[in-house]
Structures are given as structure tokens and as C-alpha cells.
């Protein structure tokens, strides 16, 4: 069960010779440097995986989609990781694109689709609010009806990308209803409408990735909703299981464990010799190995069979602790050179601190970013409760 | 008395550089002695002060014990150890000192030295004899770094956003006096220097994690979800008291660390190792969780809450690391 088949083999094959062959190489060297990638990369890396027919992951193949197995699908993400390809963004082909072949008009799905493939239009996720973050469901962003229009009030928060995006989908109250989960609607926006601000924030590793967007009277056409009005909920939860496990990157913890292993080597170790010989270090990296390799497992037993949330649930925290923990390792290994943080800008930013090897700096943003994962996509905390429940009911 | 007045000192608005609290406080009596030094390096930590505390007083007790010059208290000293070759052995140093005429001239890289771009004087480890990896033939120079044209100094901050420089002494030539103490056998007082440093480090993680604890505790009364504040959530309340727990066993390391000082090398090493493993799993653990409990508000650069973390990361492995410390303790 936890083998591939000859067919999918076969698969991996291909699209490790078309990373190694069909792909744009800059992104693939900056990526390897630890060099920040532009937006400009980002349509690069796009436009290959396009070409090929392969940037509509998860979308059905009648718009446009790949139309993989979970398997094929699983096996792409690993050997992009493993390649240092750009990770896909995913707040228009992974999260939008497949609610809007789902649920959206046929004409939501003649523009926005193509837009969205040929690197035309990237997305914004405006779901999390100041006052609704796990409680979700108790958002106040307001749509209200005028005419053939919404006017759109409030503010999001944490939007992942909305520097770069173009439109964005967002989660609003269109109506109240006895459960808050109910009058929910998804209303989709163009981020250069009049009345939308956006504000960058700046995180603890020093990126400006996520903002603030406000909304102040914005009027979009009712044509931007997608779907029934009051029904986000149910196609968020749609979307949900499909995208269970698109938190696993599994072939990016083998490619940054690989990494740690190799950086060792390099780094010398107290008394001499090199860390790559450090009975500490080779143990602990050791117990990060072998929980990958349990957690690798899991996933691939749950490509091969339906699992339930409190599956979902547990390989989530799962995959994002053992994240964690890799990126723990890094600093543990980088914290002699004191954790130096760098602008990671230029291509020759190493050459700020030339006695401090350049995967410090590396370790350092990468440990403070990925205390992230186990706050978005639902935090540990709520997914513990969401297995808790499931525990409970066979109690009963 | 001297908490409060630092407390003070620390929350009042208006100069709070090094120069002006040493001079307002009269902290020089505090520089040299440990037990006071670590009251104030508690409340550094828990306002998060960027100050050359540690550095200036272990750089300061080194030159007393070598009989090098005196420096008033305000003056920012540090010290360079640390090296692109090595890890946390003090043996493995390799930058070399050699004898010219009357003088030394130097060679070599230090890394990541901490204030360097912003001191007054340096203290730098060198090799004069024997190889790398051996105790003997280790020196300490006083250097004025803005009298060597031939150091090339590569400022940047390191992840508590204090400054830090890469020194490459490119055969700087100094003077006879630039020797500060017995040539080739700075070794123990090395290694003593960074047991010192390592005290008030962990001194200064006390007051760290008290405040973020203070600051998770806040966050959670007042922040409501599902209609009610976070804190009503036993799951964290429990988490809240588990880094109590490491809070009350950091408070007690420190204690060990300093009250350990003017024993005997091996009583020393085994307290000050014991205590700063203990320290570091606090830090990792309070930190880590404490931007948990704040959720997205806890990635942000806006709060003071990342920054506290941040320190308390530098702190994990600044003189070494808990690998380091565990290991001199199994011996
Ligand atoms: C890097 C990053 C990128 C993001 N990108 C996006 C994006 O593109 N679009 C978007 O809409 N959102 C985005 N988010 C927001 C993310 O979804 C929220 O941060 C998340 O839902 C948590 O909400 P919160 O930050 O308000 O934390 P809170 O809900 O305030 O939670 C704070 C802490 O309390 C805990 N907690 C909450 N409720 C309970 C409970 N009942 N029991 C026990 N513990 C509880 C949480 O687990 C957490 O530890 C992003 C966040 C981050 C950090």
C-alpha cells in the first residue's frame, strides 16, 4: 500500500525530467540560494508549469485541470519540493480555482479560470478577520445589497499575498441567520477597486508577506458572488477536504532535512571534526528522520483510502510540527554564528557576514516563519478539538 | 532598591543607552559584582533592553584580572571568540598573534561579535602558540577597533536585532601593550568569562520569560473567541502554567549559575552548565509557545512579543548552546 505502482513511477519519472529539463533554472537557482523570489519568478515558474498542462492541480480537466489521482498529485508536490522549484501559491490554483469550477458561473469560469492559468490574475484569501480568526464563523465583513450590486464593509487580516494579488476572494455576512456558519457568502473583488487599502505587516522574520486590507464602501457587481448566497460555509468545507493534504510537503521536509545534513558537514563540530559527526546532532536529526518517515507513511495510506477528519486532523499537526522540528534542527545547528538575520534580496547577500556560514540566516527566517503552520489552516488547538469530538463520539 | 531603580530607569521615557544608565545609576559597583549583576540583567530582559550589559561586564572583569587598563563603567567593551572554524571549544581558536619587533600583528576572522560595531574597545582571543585544538598558547589582546586600518569589520544584526560584526584582521599590527594579561595561558580565564557571561545571559532570560508569560497572560484574558476570552479555554490555561513551570526553574538556574561563580572550576562549569540547559529549554518552550497563544498577532513584528523571543533565541546560544552544556556535564 505505501509503494508506488509501476504507473506511478512511471509518473514521478516524467515530472522529475521535466523539473530537471522544462523548468525555468533561475527560479531553481535562487531557490537553492536561499535568494527571495519575486513575483516575476513566480509567473516564470507558472508559465512552465502551464506549458505543460500542469499548474491546475486539483482542478477538474475540463477547465483546464490536470484531473491526477491523489497519488499523481501527491507525487507532483514531492518531487516540485524536492526539485527547489517555487512552492505554487495557493490562494488562487489551490484554494479558488477549484470552488469556482465547482460552484461558479459559466462565466465566472470562462474569465477567472484562464486568468488564473495563464498567470494573468493572482488571488488573495480574505477569510480571517481582527475579531474572527479560529472562530471564523463569527466574521463581520459585511456584503449588503444594493441593486445588482454588493457594497462591501470591513476589514480582513493576514492576507497572504495581497501585495501581489489581483482580485480577491472573501468571506462576508450577506445576512443574519440563526447559526453564524449561516448568511455567509463568497464575494470576489478586484484589489484596485476604489475604497479597498491595503496595508503590509511586517512578521518576526522580518517579511512583508502578509496585510491588512480595508474595505470602505466597495461596490462590485452581485455577479461577483460565487455560488448560492449565504452557502460560503458549506463550499469552504467543500474545499476543505479536498485540500487535506496540502499541508503535508512532505518532499520539502526531505529536501530542507537533506539540506541540514549536507550544511553539517560543512560546519565544524566542538573538539573538531564536523557536525555531520556530532553524536547530539546525528541523534536528533535521527528522530526528526524517523518521525518523517512514520508521517510519510500516513500520508500515503490516506491517498489510498478515504480518511476521516480526525485523521485530517491529526496528520495536519502532524506534518506541521515535524516542520517545525526540522526547522529546529537548522537553528540548533546555525545558532553558533549567533542567528544573524540578513536581507535576502540581493544574490550576493551573503556577503554581509562572510565569517558566518550563509545557512544561518536561512535557519533563522525559515524557524520563524514555520511557527505559522501550526497557527493558519485551522491552528493545533482547534484541530485537537475537532479529534477530541471525534473520540467523544465513540464514547457514545 | 537597585531593581526598582533599573525597573525605573528601563520604563521612563528619554536616553536609555548604556552611557546613561550606568551614569545615572552608578551601576559600576553592579558591572563587577555577579549577584547585582544579575538583578540587572533580570529587568534588562524583562524590558527587553538592547544593552551591552553582559558583554561590558565579563570584558570588564577579564581586563581586572589581567591587569589591563581600567575603563570607566559607561564604556561599551566586548569580547571576540568566536571563529568561522570552530564551534564552542575554546581550544579550537585559530586566529593568530605573531611577534613583530615589539608588537603583534593579528590574522584572522571572528564572527558575529556581538556590539562590535559599536564599542569602545575589543578584547580578542588569540592564538600566539601550540595548534588548534590544543589549551595552551591562547592570548588576549585590548584593541581599539577604530585605530586598525588593517580590520575589515562587516556590521549586520543578529536575530535579537542587536549589532554584531565579522572581524577580519588582516595582519593589523598592534602594539606591545595590546597584551593584556599572561601570554599563551587565557585559556581558564576564557572559559571562566564565559561562565560569567552565561550567568546573567541567564539572568537576563528570567526577566524574558516572565514578561512574555505577563504578556500571554494578558492577551489571552482579553482576547474573546467563540464568545468568550481565550483564556476560559482550560487547553490553555494548562499551557499558560506549564511555562510557569519553566519560568520558576529558569529563575532557579540563574540563581545556581551566579551563586556558582567563585567556586572552583569543575563546582562552576557543572552549576552554570546545569542552569543554562534549563535555561534554554525555557526559552525555546515560552518562546514558542508564546507565539502560539497570540496566533497571527504573534508573527507580527508590532508587538513587543516577537522581539522578546527573539532575544530569548540569541540568549539559547550565544556563549553555547544546550548540547554544549549538556555535554560538559556528562563529562
Ligand atoms: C503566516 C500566516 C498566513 C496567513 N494567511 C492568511 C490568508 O491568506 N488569508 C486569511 O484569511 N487568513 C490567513 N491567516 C490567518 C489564520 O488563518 C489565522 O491566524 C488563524 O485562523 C488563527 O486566528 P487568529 O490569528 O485570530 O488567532 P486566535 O484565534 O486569536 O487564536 C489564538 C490562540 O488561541 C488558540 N485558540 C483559539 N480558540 C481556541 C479554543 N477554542 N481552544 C483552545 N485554543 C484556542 C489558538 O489555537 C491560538 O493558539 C494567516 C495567518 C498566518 C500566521
Not at chain 2, 62 to 76: I, K, M, N, Q, Y
Not at chain 2, 233 to 262: G, I, K, P, T
Not at chain 2, 266 to 293: D, E, K, W
Amino acid at each position: 500500500m505505501l509503494k508506488l505502482t509501476p504507473e506511478e513511477a512511471a509518473f514521478r519519472d516524467e515530472v522529475r525530467a521535466f523539473f530537471a529539463a522544462d523548468y525555468p533554472a533561475h527560479v531553481i537557482a535562487k531557490n537553492a540560494a536561499g535568494q527571495q523570489l519575486d513575483k516575476q519568478d513566480h509567473i516564470d515558474a507558472q508559465r512552465a508549469l502551464h506549458a505543460r498542462g500542469w499548474l491546475g492541480v486539483g482542478w477538474p480537466r475540463d477547465h483546464g485541470g490536470t484531473g491526477w489521482t491523489p497519488a499523481q498529485r501527491y507525487i507532483f508536490d514531492q518531487e516540485l519540493e524536492l526539485a527547489n522549484a517555487a512552492a505554487i501559491i495557493p490562494m488562487a490554483v489551490i484554494y479558488i480555482g477549484p470552488i469556482i469550477a465547482a460552484f461558479g458561473s459559466d462565466r465566472q469560469k470562462a474569465e477567472w479560470l484562464p486568468a488564473i492559468l495563464e498567470s494573468r490574475a493572482f488571488w488573495a484569501q480574505g477569510y480571517s478577520e481582527p475579531e474572527a480568526g479560529s472562530d471564523l464563523a463569527s466574521l463581520r465583513f459585511s456584503a449588503v445589497r444594493d441593486g445588482d450590486d454588493y457594497i462591501l464593509n470591513g476589514t480582513k487580516i493576514w492576507t497572504s499575498g495581497a501585495q501581489w494579488a489581483d482580485w480577491i476572494f472573501c468571506l462576508a455576512r450577506t445576512s443574519r441567520e440563526e447559526r453564524k456558519q449561516q448568511g455567509i457568502s463568497l464575494i470576489c473583488a478586484p484589489l484596485d477597486l476604489p475604497g479597498i487599502r491595503i496595508h503590509p505587516i511586517r512578521l518576526i522574520d522580518g517579511s512583508y508577506e502578509l496585510n491588512r486590507v480595508e474595505f470602505d464602501d466597495v461596490r462590485v457587481p452581485v455577479a461577483n458572488r460565487i455560488g448560492e448566497e449565504g452557502q460560503a460555509w458549506h463550499y469552504a468545507n467543500v474545499l476543505l477536504k479536498t485540500e487535506r493534504l496540502s499541508y503535508a510537503h512532505i518532499g520539502a521536509k526531505k529536501r530542507d532535512l537533506a539540506r541540514l545534513l549536507a550544511e553539517a558537514a560543512h560546519m565544524p563540530a566542538s573538539g573538531g571534526g564536523t557536525m555531520d559527526r556530532d553524536p547530539a546532532f546525528r541523534l536528533a536529526a535521527a528522530r526528526v528522520e524517523a518521525k518523517l518517515a512514520a508521517i510519510e507513511a500516513s500520508v500515503l495510506r490516506s491517498l489510498r483510502t478515504e480518511i476521516s477528519m480526525a485523521t485530517a486532523a491529526a496528520l495536519k499537526i502532524a506534518c506541521t510540527e515535524c516542520a517545525q522540528a526540522i526547522s529546529e534542527l537548522a537553528i540548533d545547528l546555525a545558532g553558533r554564528a549567533r542567528l544573524p538575520m540578513l536581507g535576502r534580496d540581493e544574490p550576493d547577500w551573503t556577503a554581509a557576514a562572510p565569517a558566518v556560514p550563509g545557512f544561518g540566516p536561512l535557519a533563522v527566517q525559515s524557524y520563524l516563519f514555520e511557527r505559522a503552520q501550526t497557527i493558519y489552516g485551522g491552528s493545533t488547538e482547534i484541530q485537537k478539538t475537532i479529534i477530541w469530538r471525534a473520540l467523544a463520539a465513540m464514547a457514545r | 532598591m537597585l531593581r526598582d531603580s533599573v525597573r525605573a530607569f528601563l520604563a521612563a521615557r528619554g536616553d536609555r543607552s548604556w552611557a546613561a544608565l550606568v551614569d545615572r545609576l552608578e551601576l559600576g559597583e553592579a558591572l563587577r559584582d555577579a549577584r547585582q549583576g544579575a538583578i540587572v540583567a533580570e529587568e534588562i530582559g524583562r524590558a527587553r533592553a538592547a544593552l551591552p550589559f553582559a558583554e561590558t561586564a565579563v570584558t570588564q572583569w577579564l581586563l581586572e584580572r589581567c591587569g589591563g587598563p581600567g575603563f570607566e563603567a559607561a564604556a561599551v567593551l566586548t569580547m571576540a571568540w568566536a571563529e568561522p572554524g570552530m564551534r564552542y571549544d575554546m581550544a579550537d581558536i585559530a586566529m593568530t598573534a605573531r611577534r613583530d619587533g615589539d608588537g603583534w600583528r593579528l590574522g584572522g576572522s571572528k564572527s558575529a561579535v556581538g556590539w562590535a560595531p559599536a564599542c569602545d574597545r575589543l578584547v580578542v582571543a588569540a592564538r600566539t602558540a601550540g595548534t588548534v585544538g590544543e589549551r595552551g598558547g591562547l592570548s588576549l589582546f585590548l584593541l581599539d577597533p577604530a585605530l586598525a586600518p588593517n580590520l575589515r569589520t562587516h556590521a549586520h544584526r543578529t536575530i535579537d536585532g542587536r549589532p554584531a560584526a565579522d572581524l577580519i584582521f588582516e595582519d593589523q599590527f598592534f602594539g606591545a601593550d595590546a597584551l593584556i594579561g599572561k601570554p599563551d595561558q587565557a585559556i581558564d580565564l576564557i572559559e571562566e568569562a564565559r561562565d560569567r557571561a552565561t550567568a546573567l545571559l541567564a539572568a537576563e532570560a528570567v526577566g524574558l520569560l516572565d514578561s512574555l508569560l505577563a504578556q500571554c497572560i494578558a492577551y489571552t484574558g482579553q482576547r474573546r473567541q467563540f464568545d468568550r476570552p481565550l483564556a476560559d479555554f482550560q487547553a490553555l490555561q494548562h499551557r499558560m502554567v506549564d511555562m510557569y513551570l519553566e519560568c520558576e526553574l529558569a529563575r532557579s538556574a540563574a540563581w545556581l549559575a551566579v551563586e556558582a561563580l567563585d567556586e572552583d572550576a569543575a563546582t562552576r562549569a557543572h552549576a552554570v552548565s546545569s542552569a543554562m540547559v534549563n535555561i534554554a529549554r525555557g526559552c525555546r518552550f515560552v518562546g514558542q509557545q508564546a507565539i502560539q497563544l497570540h496566533g497571527g498577532m504573534g508573527m507580527t513584528d508590532e508587538l513587543p512579543l516577537g522581539h522578546y523571543v527573539k532575544r530569548a533565541m540569541a540568549i539559547e546560544v550565544e556563549w553555547a548552546d544546550a548540547d554544549w552544556h549538556l555535554a560538559r556535564i556528562a563529562g
